[in-house]
C-alpha cells in the first residue's frame, strides 16, 4: 500500500511495550505509520509519554488525559474521581507545548465500573473539567464513549467543542449522526473487523470523517495477542473493504483527516 498512516490513538508509553520498545517503533516505520497519537490514561504515564517524544521526535505525538477508567492492568479498575485528576492539572500547563491534543478523556458507564449515579456524574464532572482544559489550550480531544456515546457526545456539543475523535466508536448509527454533524471524526481499530455492527458504521460514517488508530496494546486481532501500532494497515483494509473503496484512498483520505483533526501534527511529522 503507497501514502503513509497515522495511528490517531495508541498507547506506546503502556508497560506492555516497556521490554522491546525499539523493535515495536522499527515495525511501526516499516508498515508506513509516520505519526503516533499516543494517549495516557492515567497522571503517572504524563512523564513518559513525553519522554518518549523526546527520544522519538517526528514519530511520538503525545496527547494527555485521565481515562474515566483508573487502574487499568490491575485488578482494582474503578471509576474515575476528581482526586485522579487533581496532580495532572499542573502537568497540562507545563506541556502545554508538547501535546496535541487532551487525551484519553471521556466516559464509561460499563455497569461494574459505574454501577451508581454517583460515579456517572463524576465521571462527568472529570470530563468536564478536561474539556475546559482543551478549550483553555486550544486543543482537540481524544475521546473514549463506552455503554455511554450519547451522554459523551451531548456533553461534547454542550461545551462548544469543536474538533473531537471519537476513539473505537460503537454508539447507535443516530448517534453517531449527532456526532457528524457536529464535525466531529470516528476511529475504528483492528478489532472492528472481528464486528458486523460496527460494519454498518463504518459503511454509513463518510470517509471524510474516518481516521486510523490501533488503540494498541489493546484492540488488535487477536484479543490474547499484544496489538502494536504496525497493525494499522488490518483497520485500513477492512475499512477500504466495507466501503468498496482502495486502500490507498483511504490511507490518503483519513491522514488528511488527522493532520485537519490535531493540527499540531504538521508541525510534528511533516
Known sequence: MDGWF??????????EFDKDIEDVIKK????GVKILVSVTEEASEFERVIQLSKIYPGLVAPCLGIHPVQGFGSQHQRSV?????????PLFQRYREDIVAIGEIG???????????????????????????????DLPVNVHSRSAAKVTIGILKEQGIGSALLHNFAGRLSVAMEGLQAGYYFSFPP??????QR???I??????????????PALGPDKHVR???????????????????PPERVIETTTQNALKLFPKLKKIGT
Not at 464509561?108 to 463524576?122: K, L, V
Request: charged share 25%; glycine share 2%; proline share 5%.
Open 28 to 31: 511501526t516505520k516499516e508498515a
Open 191 to 196: 478489532a472492528v473487523s472481528q464486528n458486523e
Open 199 to 201: 460494519a454498518l458504521l
Open 227 to 245: 496489538n502494536e501500532p504496525k497493525n494499522i494497515t488490518l483497520s485500513c483494509e477492512y475499512i477500504a473493504q466495507v466501503k468498496g473503496i
Open 81 to 89: 474521581t476528581m482526586q485522579d485528576l487533581e496532580p495532572a492539572i
Open 107 to 137: 466516559l464509561d458507564f460499563t455497569p461494574w465500573y459505574a454501577p451508581h449515579t454517583q460515579q456517572r456524574e463524576e465521571q462527568q464532572a472529570v470530563f468536564r473539567k478536561q474539556l475546559e482544559i482543551s478549550k483553555d489550550l
Open 203 to 216: 459503511k454509513q460514517i463518510p470517509l471524510e470523517h474516518i481516521c486510523l488508530e490501533t488503540d494498541s
Open 6 to 15: 497515522v495511528d490517531c490513538h495508541c498507547h506506546i508509553s503502556a508497560h
